[in-house]
């Protein structure tokens, strides 16, 4: 993740190491992003997984979905989630203290 001192309400994680998720994305949410805005960011970012091959998935579990793109993104922690990978949300959500 680009080191930046600017704060960030909104955090993505590579969760490739359940047991040590990294930082690779985040932003300050005001209240203006979409969902469209902030996918369309992160695939400019990200060289993989490339464009339209991931989702967000909330510490829910739930999928930040691109079927309501002009929907405001949540203030939350997301972690990228491959579309190749199987989804089992209680192995792929972890966070630093333990299972969310």
């Given at each position: 993740m680009p080191q930046s001192t600017l704060p960030r309400n909104v955090q993505v994680y590579d969760n490739s190491d359940q047991d040590n998720p990294i930082l690779v994305a985040g932003l300050m949410q005001l209240?203006?992003?979409?969902?469209?805005?902030?996918?369309?960011?992160?695939?400019?970012?990200?060289?993989?997984?490339?464009?339209y091959n991931f989702r967000l998935c909330n510490e829910n579990g739930t999928i930040l979905s691109r079927d309501s793109p002009g929907t405001i993104v949540p203030i939350t922690n997301y972690y990228v989630v491959s579309l190749g990978m199987d989804f089992l949300p209680s192995k792929l959500i972890i966070s630093r203290s333990g299972y969310l």
């Open positions: 209240g203006h992003t979409t969902i469209a805005e902030f996918y369309f960011c992160l695939e400019i970012c990200f060289q993989r997984p490339t464009a």
